[in-house]
């Protein structure tokens, strides 16, 4: 365990300190404490508010952070950090655990502080304290289960393709998978692997996204962050059968 929290701490150091995230953070800020106003809302109403709070970080943010992400395994590999951890007692898993979970709070720590920044300027604007219960219960369950999808993917999918190939699919991805319209063209969008945070959106927080009804139930937001985390322990349990096969093809 110790180990482990080594490892976690490392990446997270490394990672936490890349500004290009930060500054597309705080440009979501400057956007998100624009378009605020000072409102006398009811209970579901702030419940409303919190979530398309949320939501309103989940859309393009989460674009940033899978390009940032994206270089942390192949990074070690260019620098040699990989043969390094061969010859100590460090375990593969707990490598991958400690890098995933690493990079995953250096990535929400910057979404985090944003997240109460703007919670703290609705509070300003006259928002009740209600309100902040609400916003960390949207950070949870809509902005933390998108980044821990994401995460798992930039960190295996680069060891099989180029970096910048990787982050251009992902940004396409994200725009397919998330916001096209399922009737007109195929899509992700809509099923329970759309990871934006839509079904929690509307299933929890009773927030329709865009114009028309709410079309997802708390069953179905449920539903959703499961697949969503089952996902990504596929990904980490296939990322450390990947690299024990590399390994493995070394040795031969």
Not at 62 to 78: K, Q
Not at 169 to 192: C, S, V
Request: proline letters at 5%.
């Amino acid at each position: 365990m110790r180990t482990f929290y080594g490892v976690m701490r490392y990446e997270y150091r490394m990672s936490v300190r890349r500004w290009g995230f930060w500054l597309a953070c705080v440009f979501s800020l400057a956007l998100g404490a624009d378009s605020m106003a000072p409102y006398d809302l009811s209970d579901i109403e702030i419940l409303q508010y919190a979530g398309m709070m949320a939501f309103s970080l989940n859309m393009l943010l989460p674009v940033v952070g899978g390009i940032a992400m994206a270089d942390r395994l192949v990074r070690d590999e260019h620098l040699g950090v990989e043969e390094l951890l061969h010859s100590t007692l460090l375990s593969r898993r707990v490598y991958i655990l400690g890098k995933y979970f690493g990079v995953l709070f250096s990535v929400l720590t910057p979404v985090f502080m944003c997240t109460v920044l703007l919670c703290a300027l609705s509070l300003v604007q006259g928002m009740p304290v209600s309100l902040v219960p609400n916003v960390l219960l949207a950070f949870v369950a809509i902005i933390v289960p998108a980044y821990a999808f994401i995460a798992a993917f930039s960190l295996a999918c680069p060891l099989v393709m180029p970096v910048r190939v990787y982050q251009i699919l992902f940004t396409g991805y994200w725009f397919w998978g998330n916001f096209l319209n399922p009737e007109r063209f195929p899509t992700l969008n809509g099923t329970l692997l759309t990871p934006v945070g839509v079904f929690a959106l509307e299933g929890w927080f009773e927030t329709p996204f865009g114009k028309g009804d709410v079309l997802h139930t708390a069953t179905d937001a449920a539903l959703n962050i499961a697949v969503l985390l089952g996902c990504v322990v596929i990904v980490l349990v296939a990322l450390e059968r990947f690299l024990a096969w590399r390994e493995r093809s070394v040795e031969r």
